[in-house]
């Protein structure tokens, strides 16, 4: 949403303060979640869909937040996953190294796989590998092309 409204050159402060209302708190629950061992797999679902559907106004850095928070609480949403790894195949340069290290971490962590994707080689699913690799990083299981 902050971004639309700064394409459109429109500040209006009610908007941007109530959809920063709205990450703070979600971001808040899911935290004190994790903080308090509470599981609760609706209300994580919930949270996940709603980012799930509004996923065009968020920004990657923010969803690989949310799904580190996911992880950290060991909450799987394949919805949201798939959809941040179609983001990421289409643009595969948005994300730095630390952000690509993150999502391979909760992807293999959460044991997830793209939908249509082959189990056999996952690496396929993160066009960012070849990045780590021209940077010089080699991740166990990704070969260097």
């Not at 798939?82 to 999502?103: F, H």
């Amino acid at each position: 949403m902050f971004e639309v409204l700064a394409a459109m050159d429109h500040r209006s402060v009610v908007l941007l303060n109530e959809c920063s209302k709205v990450v703070i708190v979600l971001i808040g629950i899911l935290q004190s979640c994790r903080d308090l061992r509470y599981q609760n797999e609706d209300l994580f679902k919930s949270i996940a869909d709603y980012v799930a559907t509004t996923f065009e106004i968020w920004k990657l850095k923010q969803v690989i937040f949310f799904l580190l928070l996911f992880e950290d609480l060991g909450f799987r949403h394949p919805d949201l996953m798939d959809k941040l790894m179609e983001r990421v195949v289409e643009e595969p340069g948005a994300l730095n190294l630390r952000n690509i290290v993150s999502l391979l971490h909760v992807y293999s962590s959460l044991n997830h796989v793209r939908k249509g994707q082959n189990r056999e080689y996952v690496p396929i699913s993160f066009p960012s590998s070849q990045v780590c690799s021209q940077k010089g990083l080699q991740i166990s299981g990704f070969p260097r092309e």
